[in-house]
């Protein structure tokens, strides 16, 4: 549990560095793949699956809502 907690706080501070000359679009995407990956984590976690599993699953998810959203800001 503590190593899923330290690589989605790393995770989160990566994607939130190159976040300032990003396009709406791309910073949804990123902002919805650091927040699906974190949720997956967690239910994963909760449900007694896989952590990484469960990262990768909501990372994926989160960044295509993420981008749809961004796409809809930036027109």
Known sequence: MKQIK???ALAAAIGLIGCTNMTPQQ???ASG???GAAAGAGIA???GGSGWTGAAVGAVAGGVAGNMKGKKQQQ
């Open 6 to 8: 330290v690589t989605l």
């Open 27 to 29: 910073q949804g995407t």
């Open 33 to 35: 793949a650091a927040i």
């Open 45 to 47: 976690a909760i449900a």
